[in-house]
């Protein structure tokens, strides 16, 4: 039985890092890349959604029995698979899992405003993900 108050829980922490990330992606590009602290706070708030993001996924994929993900990127398309993800919608917020991982293990240089242009461009994907989870736990 699908543990819905998992599910809020995580969610319900999504939701406290993006009120954060929203105060500083108000200000401008040049102010945050002038103060680390800021910048530091969107990356760890970036790495902390997307992490409550993948254990949802991931929890999703073994509460339901679905086959299991070879990685961390592909449980959103075994969630598009199964119809709890809209194919289209998988596809585009996937690739947040590298971008976590370059992040986290500084796999390379990252351009630091291209990715505060990004944040700023696609943080509501992740409000997007809570309505769609919301919906798919309602039903259960």
Do not use: C, W
Not at 102 to 127: A, G, P, S
């Amino acid at each position: 039985m699908l543990n819905k108050n998992l599910i809020n829980s995580k969610i319900g922490l999504i939701e406290e890092y993006i009120e954060e990330l929203k105060k500083i992606l108000e200000l401008d590009d040049k102010k945050i890349l002038s103060d680390y602290t800021k910048l530091r706070t969107i990356e760890r708030d970036f790495q902390l959604i997307v992490d409550e993001i993948i254990d949802i996924n991931i929890y999703l994929i073994k509460e339901n029995k679905f086959n299991p993900s070879s990685d961390f990127q592909s449980s959103f398309e075994i969630l598009a698979k199964n119809n709890i993800l809209p194919d289209s919608f998988a596809l585009k917020i996937s690739p947040i899992v590298g971008l976590r991982n370059k992040i986290v293990h500084r796999y390379e240089d990252i351009d630091r405003k291209f990715f505060i242009e990004q944040v700023k461009k696609n943080y509501k994907d992740f409000l997007k993900y809570i309505k769609i989870i919301n919906k798919y736990t309602n039903k259960k």
